[in-house]
């Protein structure tokens, strides 16, 4: 088969958004060196597989992720397809937003932890001072049109501090919210979040305003429950799934954190639940297989894997 068995499930939206982010939260691990042009032939693959939200790449300090150093160049390259607010890049600081300004993006990512020792160890600096940094830099990229999207990091876990208490995330999340951000992306960068877990911080973020129809889900496989967490995230009204082509990346700062959930593992579940992606499998899972072969190295994607051997 190669395609699921369409049977609608009760209790889900009609249409999910995917977030793609192999192109930045994939690469950015890699230890090679993967040349620009190959970056921009990902981004330019994803899109003619029906991917329509792409986060391109980072302007992070090339010291942090020397792997996309060529933000810029790869920009350039991608001319109007790396352009306008459905082709966000990562943006650390007010440095980082003239870069993105300067390559003339129309959204940006901004990122802020849950916890302090990840706050610490990601950015170098407190939950508040990663908010008091984010300020200017939401008000700055708002004031020249970008859509913006903040990430929270270890929303369901740390490996530092274990667990991570809905109140903390919540309160986290508002205050990035308030600084006039237009989607909360929930990270459960060590993959350790379960269904229950998903569905109490949905709720509680609700109860404060921001409602499933403002949120993306980021969930990685670490522990297997990725699809899981992300049909529990759907039930309660969310429509925006990160994911990465392939299952690219992880995170270089949590211990065991491999396994961005991979997108054609979430398209194969989507589908066959009747929910439209847009995504042509066969073109997503050829992609991968290209990416597999230029990184040397299979793809950890289940659907992947079944397609293409
Ligand atoms: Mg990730």
Known sequence: MRTPQVEPADGLPARVTIYEVGPRDGLQNEKGHVPTPVKVEFVRRLLAAGLTTIETTSFVPQAWVPQLGDAAEVLDALGEDGRGRTRPVLVPNERGLDRALEADVGAIAIFGSATETFAQRNLNRSVDESVTTFAPVVQRARAAGLWVRAYVSMCFGDPWEGEVSVDQVVDVATRLMD????QLALGDTIGTGTTGHVHRLVDALAGKGIGPERLGVHFHDTYGQALAN????????VTVVDASAGGLGGCPYAKSAT???ATEDLVWALHGAGVQTGVDLDALVATSVWMAGVLRRPSPSRVVTALST
Request: glycine share 20%; with cysteine.
């Open 259 to 261: 396994g961005n959930l």
């Open 179 to 182: 600084l006039g951000c237009d």
């Open 230 to 237: 992300t049909i529990a995230a759907l039930a309660d009204g």
